[in-house]
């Protein structure tokens, strides 16, 4: 190669974008929880770095409790607007419908959290859910509070038993569910409740991240 064309090859090189490695929020697979703090509502849901399968995971069990693992962390969305997630629940709670308050109990749920529009604005939040009989792609709002809204990324019992992974652009889905741009987060939860219900529910979490686009 000459001189010539190597300079070149470099000034091309360097005139590309590099990307961005995934940034890791839950690196349960490590048995890392730095970070994540229990937050309560209703009892208290456990959890707990386990092995399954010969991985690390996070466990989450709730007998009629609700409690969530937050993480809160300033996230900028800009280059990696995609969350990638996996989980595995024991099985999805028995309940006829989850757009009502006594229906509000999920086996597994993963929240996005977005700082409110203005000063003294409440933060707004999606969950991703594993319901039991909404149908996969349906979105709601929570019937306890219009700042968060319910998406159903599985349903049913078909899957129970097995790792599901995931993969949403968050930014795309707070557009669509709150008409607004999001360009950061303040933090990511993690949650399995059964307070409302007054259910046993079980569920593990593999590590959460996000992704640029396409990456």
């Known amino acids: 190669m000459t001189v010539r064309l190597a300079l070149f090859a470099a000034a091309l090189?360097?005139?590309?974008?590099?990307?961005?490695?995934?940034?890791?929020?839950?690196?349960?697979?490590?048995?890392?929880?730095?970070?994540?703090?229990?937050?309560?509502?209703?009892?208290?849901?456990?959890y707990r770095i386990v092995e399954v399968g010969g991985r690390k995971v996070l466990e989450a069990e709730s007998r009629s409790a609700a409690?969530?693992?937050y993480l809160e962390r300033d996230i900028d969305l800009?280059?990696?607007?995609?969350?990638?997630?996996?989980?595995?629940?024991?099985?999805?709670?028995?309940?006829?419908?989850?757009?009502?308050?006594?229906?509000d109990d999920f086996a597994a749920r993963v929240y996005v959290v977005a700082p409110g529009e203005g000063l003294f604005a409440l933060p707004i939040a999606i969950s991703y859910v594993w319901a039991a009989s909404a149908s996969v792609g349906d979105a709601w709002p929570n019937p306890f509070t219009s700042k968060v809204r319910m998406v159903a990324v599985e349903s049913g019992p078909a899957h129970a038993g097995e790792w599901r992974g995931y993969r949403r652009n968050v930014r795309e889905d707070f557009r669509?569910?709150?008409?607004?741009?999001?360009?950061?987060l303040e933090g990511v939860a993690v949650m399995t409740d059964a307070d409302n219900s007054r259910q046993r529910a079980r569920a593990w979490y593999g590590d959460i991240l996000l992704r640029e686009e396409g990456g």
């Not at 709670?93 to 006594?102: C, I, P």
């Open 176 to 184: 669509r569910l709150f008409g607004r741009e999001v360009d950061e």
């Open 13 to 46: 090189f360097a005139a590309l974008p590099l990307r961005a490695e995934p940034l890791v929020l839950g690196r349960f697979s490590a048995g890392d929880t730095e970070g994540w703090q229990l937050r309560h509502f209703e009892g208290r849901t456990r």
């Open 78 to 103: 800009a280059r990696r607007p995609v969350l990638e997630w996996q989980w595995r629940v024991e099985a999805p709670l028995a309940v006829a419908d989850e757009h009502v308050k006594a229906g």
């Open 67 to 69: 409690s969530s693992l």
